[in-house]
């Protein structure tokens, strides 16, 4: 393995070297990154580098970068020490205030680009406020940018001032004011009217993600600050990460939460009534011979009741479930206790490393004596090999369960090939393999404790892919996306957005696109605006597209993509028709499932509608949205309150439906 070597220095500058930057390197044929940040005299190394062609991405705070720098060849050998130059940029002063026109300390202040951008270079550039409320925004180039300011106590302005930046002119001095909102104030308590400790209080407002939210304390009281005035805003409890707690008597399919009017400037009070969350479940952890285990994690997640629901969802999201909540450890005995659970049923998951795992599913809150065995963990081992004969000097090793939620990934260096994989539970995997020369995919069934051995891997070449992203609607380019390929089962996924470099990856002016060293066989393109990163608004959201690239040749055309235009802000929540559709099975492809109505929700524009539960979705405003063409359904749908969208429904039914106000 070879290093990169070098120093970013500021141009112009007798040995001038940046203090505080980076540089991330990717490889062209592996699309491998690595990265490191400066040191003492603007040093950067980075190590480990296998031999490819690297494209460089340059960072200096309060500089400006090149659009592009020389590729670095690395052969079996470290290359010679780089220079990589930046230089000054355009600057952007200014002073964050509150109404009063008092100054805001601590608050975020930055300069956002504005505009769609295709390939071109792009700067973005803040600094957290001084004791006076003053920023400095440096290292910019020239272009139209907003001028944002976030502070945990102050609303964000929904139009921030803009500024246009030349080259040769003196820096901007902008004004960002930040109104104070309204403030709500409450307590969480379950239905026997005890406080409900570590509660996630949120505002389902205007936005999608990034609303105020706040954790009750022991007493189960909260303080949400900053929040934007409005009428009928609704105020949810959350456990985990997203999962509303239920009204007693009311079940998932239930809209959640208490409404409650926001004033600018005032403080409202709210309580929020949940279902019991102090439910316990008893048991015990043995091992495959039925004697204790006193050193397995226990955790759990509460199946849902909803229509919607997937059986099988809950024993793969509680692998998951230890993320949400600190897991509980076996007693001397193996029995373990989980406490403060919502009431209901559950899954629940025991492991230890090195030691097997085990599930149980169906179990109610209150429930004792259940006895969690932990199976014994198997094996999957192998070789990769190359096409041409020989072996990959590094390559990754990917298996994947959907349905029990399993997913593993592994680098190999310098092993002839070979692989081997430990303490995966039973189940049926697909197995990938992926290096610089190529890759390639396999299913194979694992026993419990068993040794799926000799499994041969032979890497497929892979391909340069070519396309062009256009409008649903005009057939028009579309501009300044970006494009990932990655294989649909048993491969990485990894949506890099680091700039630099030709970015031969993002559609051109002309919707055109390349991506290099793409895999073969059935594949997941992935289509995101590049803007993503800025935070910025975009036309177009993330889309999903389900294709199949043929083996045996150096490149490929997928021909047209089609997106369809957001009909909302990028950030804002959509209008509620009433409708839940049929969750997709954990080991299907979504293009595989139909748009089966299983919820429409009384009072809604759905229910006042000829729609019935059962019914399969495959039109939209005309617009197939079946089978590959599944993806468009989001964004054909996500729509403005009053917004009016026809369905058309595998029985030959056209309704239309006029959006109500987002839930």
Known sequence: MAALRGRIVLAGEKDAACEQGSVFARGKISQRGAWDETEHNGEIEILGLEPDTYEVTVHCDGFVAA????????????????VWEVRQGL???????DQDGKPIEGAIAFARPVGTFARAQQTLAGQRTDGTGRFEAAGLIAGDYELHAEHDEYLTPETPPKVTLADGQPPEDVRVELEAGGTITGRVIDARKRPVPGATVRVMGKDSWGGSQAHAGDDGTFTLKAVRPANDVRIVAQRGWWEDMRAPGTTDDAIQGERIDVRAGETSTVEILVAEQFGKIRGKVVDADGGPVDDAFVHTVRESDSAAANAGAARANVRWGQWARTPTLTEQDGSFELDKLEVGRHTVMAMRKGGGEGVVEHIETGSSGVTIRLGQGGTISGKVALSSGGAPRRFSISVQDRRQGVSRDEDFFATGGEFRIADLPAGKYTVGASATEGSTDTTVELAEGGKAGGIALVLTAKVDVTGTIVDLATGEPVPGMKVVIAPRRGGDFALNFVGGGKMDDVSDEGGRFKVAAAPTG?????????????????????????????????????GQLRIAKLRTKTNERGGDFGIALKQVDPDADAEDMPLEIAVIRPGSPAAASELRVGDVIV????????????????SLTHVKQGDRVTLGTKGGTKVTLVAAKPV
């Not at 659009?67 to 290359?79: F, G, M, N, R």
């Not at 600057?91 to 205030?97: F, I, K, T």
């Not at 993503?532 to 083996?551: C, K, N, V």
């Open 67 to 82: 659009a592009t720098y020389p590729d670095v060849v690395i052969a079996e050998a470290s290359v010679e020490a780089q």
């Open 91 to 97: 600057v952007v002063r200014g002073r964050v205030v």
């Open 522 to 558: 059935p594949v997941r393109v992935t289509v995101a605006p590049r803007s993503f990163m800025l935070g910025g608004d975009a036309d177009y959201g993330w889309q999903h597209i389900r294709r199949t690239i043929p083996a045996g040749n150096a490149s490929h055309e997928l």
């Open 619 to 634: 039109e939209v405003d005309g617009q197939d949205v079946t089978g590959d063409n599944r993806y468009l359904y989001h």
